[in-house]
């Protein structure tokens, strides 16, 4: 679509009626999702016939349609189900389509390539490396993480030209996007598939006293709104595709309303939101209030709804949903039309009907000798402004008759038919597309093939406590150790790579699991260090860390943990194109008749620990007994009685929420046999020294000196493994 402002309105839609309500209300750009592979499984999706129509909607309104596709694909739903999904809508003409998934990203590169990339939230896109890394491999526009400051993003916006799409408006997440599991591993619903149970709004009890320390308040942007345009966002976005259509409309009718004084007066304006405006706002939903988010802050209890509702919401505002319904749902949106009709006597009957930039002119019937009462201008208007059920009316019409001629009174409907359909194919006509026939489809996916020459399985070990790395070095049949950068300092990392060389293993420094501009100065400022240090190489947990060593040109070996998501083979391939890793760690989410599919040397696969299911810039520390710049270990407990460490990552600011119980394939060897993967690996947490020490053997036991166990010899979860998520 060609742009018409400086700034995009984005909203939600999950209905044809929020679409219809959306672009009514003032909407540049609606985001929906269809019956597959969108965020929001339980919304009212579209099927494919409506999103057609859906997609001619908004063209013959000069607005535009992107459709989420922004969950991780399985191997055979990306080889077997993507191309017919897509291409039908493709070929109508879909703007953009919002990816979580690189192997997504790859497949829609190579199958439709004239189709715009939008790079989800969900990639989990925090400065300016991942933005340099998504417009390298062909994204038009990249959805900032929630939790950016505007100098973050401005900082992106100045030293890179792609597209910057932020939320200014709707619920907020606990976790980063992309980041969460708990929902998964708690209920087997991933928001990873677009199916997340929002355990996060749920009650927890901490220290016996029972909140909502998961739940942020809804955010709202309307007093900062020219802030968050002037550092760079083009694309504003509001959150709510499992929204009424009254919660879209009324709230884009109020942002409406304040873009456009904006853009009217330019850079540098600054309004006041009236009264009337705010309860409008609060009144169609707030949970707990509202908060700006983190635009202007890292974190902070006031961004919390920590008391929750408990039954005890707001009172519904009838009066004004009747109000946005009437006025942006049950009334259709009509574009002003201009044109001319010529009746002169001998010729053909013309008209010519002009909207925006786009004209079209017909012809009808010879218009006749009138032999007794001809057309006078007042008789053809008259048929001529009916345009009934369009999407158009007459802003000005010009009738030009000699009045002497003369035509049915159905020549001249149809000449009106005639020039509204040529209109609308002369507006949608530049949006079709074709795809290239014939099409060599990539077809059923198979089995990943076992190399035949094997080299014998490696044991990898995570570590996030200083005093594991100690006892575990002189262990036999360790072949690597990861050690977390939140505890480990550069002055430990050349004692203990000296005394990993002494028991021949390899040591590798973990980045931190969120990278943005502080974490990017921080390693700017250790990085020769760490090359020096004698270390083999990194880990990284994020495509921000993945652009970082490229640009460093990093003579050291990188390997990819289970948060760079490669649910399928072509997502692995584009880390692999990209990167070259030593290994990417398997996915957490898939079971093992899906892991057989990613098999490859390559890859590594968790078989022991405890999976972090949140990772967030809020603190639970903070914002319960206050912040005290000391990492400790808490815990928050469900209604079930579940225990879930928490930790206070301090030196980059975030929390990791984990599992209540440890992931364990102890006695699982024969089904990770038969998977294939280069090495496994066993990730430490809160266990102590001995556990996991003890853990350790048993896992060097069973894999490498043929040790059977039927059990595991301590409480544990076999997590999706077995059970796999929907």
């Known amino acids: 679509m060609e742009k018409q402002n400086r700034v995009e309105l984005l909203a939600p839609a999950g209905s044809y009626e929020s679409m219809t309500a959306a672009v009514c209300a003032g909407a540049d750009a609606v985001y929906l999702g269809g019956q597959l592979f969108g965020a929001r499984a339980y919304a009212n999706n579209l099927d494919e016939e409506q999103l057609k129509q859906a997609i001619d909607y908004v063209h013959l309104h000069k607005k535009a349609l992107y459709l989420t596709v922004n969950t991780l694909l399985k191997e055979e739903e990306l080889e077997e189900k993507l191309y017919s999904y897509i291409k039908p809508l493709y070929e109508q003409g879909l703007d953009a389509v919002i990816v979580q998934d690189m192997g997504v990203f790859a497949f829609i590169r190579e199958y439709f390539p004239k189709l715009p990339i939008h790079a989800s939230t969900q990639m989990t896109l925090t400065g300016v490396y991942g933005a340099k890394l998504l417009k390298e491999l062909g994204a038009q526009r990249i959805v900032t993480a929630r939790e950016l400051t505007l100098q973050e993003i401005a900082q992106i916006h100045k030293q890179t030209d792609i597209e910057i799409e932020s939320f200014i408006h709707g619920a907020l997440c606990y976790c980063y996007s992309g980041q969460c599991l708990f929902s998964s591993i708690a209920g087997g619903r991933s928001g990873n598939r677009g199916r997340c149970a929002q355990p996060c709004r749920l009650p927890y009890t901490q220290d016996g006293r029972k909140q909502y320390y998961l739940s942020p308040k809804d955010l709202s942007t309307l007093t900062i709104l020219t802030e968050l345009i002037e550092a760079g966002i083009y694309s504003l976005k509001i959150e709510g595709r499992m929204k009424k259509p009254e919660y879209t409309a009324g709230v884009v009718s109020i942002y409406r309303k304040y873009l456009d004084l904006y853009l009217a007066h330019g850079e540098g304006y600054r309004y006041r939101v009236e009264d009337k405006d705010a309860k409008t706002l609060f009144d169609i939903y707030n949970r707990g209030g509202f908060t700006e988010g983190y635009y202007k802050k890292h974190n902070g209890k006031d961004m919390m709804f920590l008391q929750g509702r408990e039954g005890d919401g707001p009172e519904r505002n009838d009066a004004l949903f009747e109000n946005i319904r009437k006025n942006y749902i049950d009334r259709e949106k009509k574009e002003p039309l201009t044109g001319s009709v010529t009746v002169i006597k001998g010729e053909p009957a013309r008209m010519t009907i002009h909207f925006e930039h786009t004209s079209a002119t017909v012809l009808g019937e010879n218009v006749q000798e009138a032999q007794k009462q001809p057309l006078d201008e007042q008789k053809i208007r008259k048929q001529m402004e009916k345009l009934g059920n369009t999407p158009y009316f007459w802003?000005?019409?010009?009738?030009?008759t000699d009045q002497a001629g003369f035509l049915p009174v159905t020549s001249l409907n149809e000449l009106r038919?005639?020039?509204?359909?040529?209109?609308?194919?002369?507006?949608?006509?530049?949006?079709?597309?074709?795809?290239?026939?014939?099409?060599?489809?990539?077809?059923?996916?198979?089995?990943?093939?076992?190399?035949?020459?094997?080299?014998?399985?490696?044991?990898?070990?995570?570590?996030?406590?200083?005093?594991?790395?100690?006892?575990?070095?002189?262990?036999?049949?360790?072949?690597?150790?990861?050690?977390?950068?939140?505890?480990?300092?550069?002055?430990?990392?050349?004692r203990l790579v000296l005394a990993g060389r002494q028991y021949q293993k390899k040591l590798f420094y973990v980045l931190p699991h969120i990278f943005r501009a502080k974490e990017a100065d921080w390693l700017d400022g250790i990085y020769e260090e760490l090359l020096q240090s004698g270390i083999d190489g990194f880990v990284v947990k994020n495509y921000e860390e993945m652009e970082y060593l490229k640009e460093k040109s990093c003579p050291l070996a990188v390997r990819c943990d289970y948060t760079v998501y490669a649910y399928n083979q072509r997502a692995a391939e584009m880390l692999r194109e990209y990167l070259a890793p030593e290994f990417i760690t398997l996915p957490v989410?898939?079971?093992?008749?899906?892991?057989?599919h990613l098999s490859a040397a390559d890859s590594e696969l968790l078989v022991y620990g405890r999976i972090p299911m949140m990772v967030s810039a809020q603190c639970v520390r903070q914002n319960t007994?206050?912040?005290?710049?000391?990492?400790?270990?808490?815990?928050?407990?469900?209604?079930?009685?579940?225990?879930?460490?928490?930790?206070?990552?301090?030196?980059?600011?975030?929390?990791?929420?984990?599992?209540?119980?440890?992931?364990?394939?102890?006695?699982?060897?024969?089904?990770?046999?038969?998977?294939?993967?280069?090495?496994?690996?066993?990730?430490?947490?809160?266990?102590?020294?001995?556990?996991?020490?003890?853990?350790?053997?048993?896992?060097?036991?069973?894999?490498?000196?043929?040790?059977?166990?039927?059990?595991?010899?301590?409480?544990?979860?076999?997590?999706?493994?077995?059970?796999?998520?929907?």
């Open 417 to 494: 038919r005639q020039g509204i359909d040529k209109l609308k194919e002369e507006l949608l006509s530049p949006y079709r597309r074709q795809t290239a026939e014939p099409h060599i489809y990539p077809g059923k996916s198979e089995k990943a093939d076992i190399p035949a020459n094997r080299k014998p399985l490696q044991l990898h070990v995570y570590l996030e406590k200083t005093e594991y790395a100690e006892s575990l070095l002189a262990l036999d049949g360790v072949d690597a150790l990861y050690l977390d950068s939140c505890v480990y300092d550069t002055d430990e990392l050349s």
């Open 395 to 400: 802003e000005s019409l010009e009738i030009i």
């Open 625 to 726: 007994k206050g912040c005290s710049k000391t990492p400790e270990l808490m815990t928050i407990t469900d209604r079930y009685n579940n225990e879930f460490p928490v930790k206070n990552q301090c030196r980059f600011c975030y929390n990791r929420i984990y599992n209540c119980k440890p992931l364990s394939l102890l006695s699982r060897k024969k089904e990770i046999t038969d998977i294939a993967p280069g090495a496994v690996r066993l990730d430490f947490t809160t266990e102590t020294v001995k556990e996991a020490a003890a853990i350790t053997k048993a896992f060097i036991n069973a894999y490498k000196n043929g040790a059977s166990y039927t059990e595991e010899p301590w409480d544990f979860t076999r997590g999706h493994f077995s059970r796999g998520i929907e």
């Open 589 to 596: 989410e898939l079971n093992s008749r899906e892991l057989k």
